[in-house]
């Protein structure tokens, strides 16, 4: 235990094991705790993370940092002791009714009947779909990859007109990163879970090494290899990097949004979208996607302004034309250029139509512009009710833009 201290007199203490530390943050009677594991090769990077964690939470540079060497050990024990078995039963009881209604709302979510899906990659003799009413995944039979209207026993074809719909919906699905899913796109498949998101990756791969076999939900495949930059946001606005492996089996991309299935061991690549392009064809633009993304955790226009600089600082501006670069920042001048989600902006509230919204209007009732549709109106309120649900019980506090 090393017991330390700030000029705010905000007492710290850690606890080391083998594998993990603990923060106990001590502000009067109350006690918050900060836990990290690690391995031996990635110690030194979750030290920059709990020091970025806690200068966020104690709005300090800790460069005044010091053990607090006339700390009272015992009376420390004390306060972080008392009653533990009895709050930890408090916390599992609170943390059973959290997932309990997490549990109700995902439940009613998951519609799958008169709804349009959207299929993503096949399973067997079916296909792994997102419903496009709820955003939410779902296993269908259906006879081909294309979008279909599932009417009771019937599937009836039908073709998309506004693709940038379509990715605007899909651009709200994004994975836990602690977690490693997403319960609104999970799927329960062949004994094990199947999760479906997207994400922004730049495309770090120095050698190409060819084709590689691999196994993915039980069956082999061949797919290149890559090292993927991808971006972490969390809840209070930050961005970081994040570097994984993942084998893509699409066409290549060195600045992409990519569509990624997840089976517990391996990460693939089965889609996506060349931002640079899609930006310069005003198909889906960076600030859209950036703004989609943020709109999941806030309507704070602030919380999406961090969001962009963090994404713009960290790689992407030095990948593409400086005339995008410059586009880019032209856009974020203006709030209501930023998307046509953006119904108006007050301050530093942003009022917006959901992507739901968006979709059914320009898509199913043929508009030029989006407008709030009573028609579905029912599933955007599921649809939040359940994320509201599940960030209340701990989801989505970091996930991949």
Request: glycine letters at 6%.
């Amino acid at each position: 235990m090393v017991p330390l201290k700030t000029s705010k007199e905000i007492m710290i203490l850690v606890k080391d094991s083998k594998y993990s530390f603990s923060i106990y943050l001590l502000e009067g009677e109350n006690v918050a705790r900060i836990r990290k594991d690690f391995l031996p090769t990635t110690l030194h990077k979750v030290i920059y993370e709990v020091i970025d964690d806690l200068k966020e939470r104690l709005s300090s540079d800790l460069s005044d940092l010091e053990i607090a060497r006339d700390l009272d050990t015992a009376k420390m024990m004390e306060m972080l002791n008392p009653r533990r078995r009895e709050r930890k039963e408090e916390r599992k009881e609170k943390a059973k009714q959290k997932e309990r209604r997490s549990s109700s709302a995902l439940e009613k979510l998951k519609v799958n009947n008169n709804v349009h899906i959207f299929p993503l990659l096949k399973v067997g003799g079916s296909f792994f779909s997102i419903v496009l009413e709820t955003v939410s995944g779902g296993i269908f039979n259906i006879p081909e990859s294309r979008p279909f209207l599932i009417k009771g026993e019937e599937r009836e074809p039908y073709n998309v007109h506004n693709l940038k719909s379509i990715y605007l919906l899909l651009s709200q699905v994004k994975i836990d990163t602690f977690r490693e899913g997403n319960p609104i796109t999970d799927v329960e498949i062949e004994g094990g879970k199947l999760t479906f998101f997207s994400a922004l990756f730049l495309n770090e791969t120095e050698k190409d090494e060819g084709m590689k076999e691999f196994t993915f939900m039980g069956r082999k495949a061949k797919g290149l290899e890559r090292d993927y930059l991808f971006f972490r946001l969390s809840r209070s606005g930050s961005v970081r990097a994040y570097t994984r492996k993942a084998i893509s089996v699409a066409p290549d991309l060195d600045v992409g949004i990519g569509f990624f299935f997840w089976d517990g061991k391996t990460l693939v690549r089965t889609g996506g979208i060349d931002i640079v392009k899609s930006h310069e064809d005003n198909m889906l633009t960076l600030n859209e996607y950036i703004l989609s993304a943020s709109l999941m955790i806030s309507s704070s226009l602030s919380t999406y302004s961090r969001a962009m600089t963090g994404v713009m600082n960290m790689g992407i501006s030095k990948r593409i034309p400086s005339h995008l670069v410059k586009d880019i920042m032209e856009i974020d001048t203006n709030p209501m250029s930023i998307s046509p989600l953006v119904e108006s902006v007050s301050k530093d509230e942003i009022s917006y139509y959901d992507p739901v919204e968006y979709w059914y209007a320009v898509e199913v009732l043929g508009k030029d512009e989006p407008c709030h549709c009573n028609e579905v109106s029912n599933y955007v309120n599921l649809r939040r009710t359940a994320l509201s649900e599940l960030i209340a019980s701990g989801w989505f506090k970091d996930f991949l833009i």
